[in-house]
T-cell receptor, first 112, second 112 residues
Framework: TQLLEQSPQFLSIQEGENLTVYCNSSSVFSSLQWYRQEPGEGPVLLVTVVTGGEVKKLKRLTFQFGDARKDSSLHITAAQTGDTGLYLCAGSHSGTASKLTFGTGTRLQVTL | DTGVSQDPRHKITKRGQNVTFRCDPISEHNRLYWYRQTLGQGPEFLTYFQNEAQLEKSRLLSDRFSAERPKGSFSTLEIQRTEQGDSAMYLC??????????FGPGTRLTVT
């Protein structure tokens, strides 16, 4: 059972468009990570958020942790073809170095 | 390269055979995790170690699965009497006691 629901599941956009991916849960997490995964490879860590309301920026990517630490969002500005991949949120109840509960994933396709 | 490595990258086996996968963590990391990812899903936690001690096991880890980390460095995951439902990507990650998890490239298992 996936405790973290991501939406949308699939997203196909053109280069230059903006998009937002949501990660929602009924559970409170002590930390939440976002990963990106390419086909046939392991997930690559993008960011970790730990404080309710926290906002972190990574170039064109903006990550926010909900005030209640139950949800998160990832916003990409001016998407590029290199942003294509599977975006996964993952929450932990006991810090980043304990088991992660992953979301269902959002598959993003960016075309020219 | 000092990242997490996994061997083999791909394994095709017949139903009923035993398979063993290896994971070498980042050298200074004392926590090591195993996850399983089926097609279209996010990874699911299987088990994790701190040094050589196995601290937590998921109920997903049936009696046919066993994981070891004998010297607190590399780890092995063995699946006995494989079934078609075991077909998945098996991911290994490592972290320090308080740090974030970094994933290896995974082992893709296909049971025919």
């Amino acid at each position: 059972t996936q405790l973290l629901e991501q939406s949308p599941q699939f997203l196909s956009i053109q280069e230059g468009e903006n998009l937002t991916v949501y990660c929602n849960s009924s559970s409170v997490f002590s930390s939440l990570q976002w990963y990106r995964q390419e086909p046939g490879e392991g997930p690559v860590l993008l960011v970790t958020v730990v404080t309710g309301g926290e906002v972190k920026k990574l170039k064109r990517l903006t990550f926010q942790f909900g005030d209640a630490r139950k949800d998160s969002s990832l916003h990409i500005t001016a998407a590029q073809t290199g942003d294509t991949g599977l975006y996964l949120c993952a929450g932990s109840h006991s810090g980043t170095a304990s088991k992660l509960t992953f979301g269902t994933g959002t598959r993003l396709q960016v075309t020219l | 390269d000092t990242g997490v490595s996994q061997d083999p990258r791909h394994k095709i086996t017949k139903r009923g055979q035993n398979v063993t996968f290896r994971c070498d963590p980042i050298s200074e990391h004392n926590r090591l995790y195993w996850y399983r990812q089926t097609l279209g899903q996010g990874p699911e936690f299987l088990t994790y170690f701190q040094n050589e001690a196995q601290l937590e096991k998921s109920r997903l880890l049936s009696d046919r699965f066993s994981a070891e980390r004998p010297k607190g460095s590399f780890s092995t995951l063995e699946i006995q009497r494989t079934e078609q439902g075991d077909s998945a990507m098996y991911l290994c990650a490592s972290s320090s006691v308080w740090g974030e998890q970094y994933f290896g490239p995974g082992t893709r298992l296909t049971v025919t």
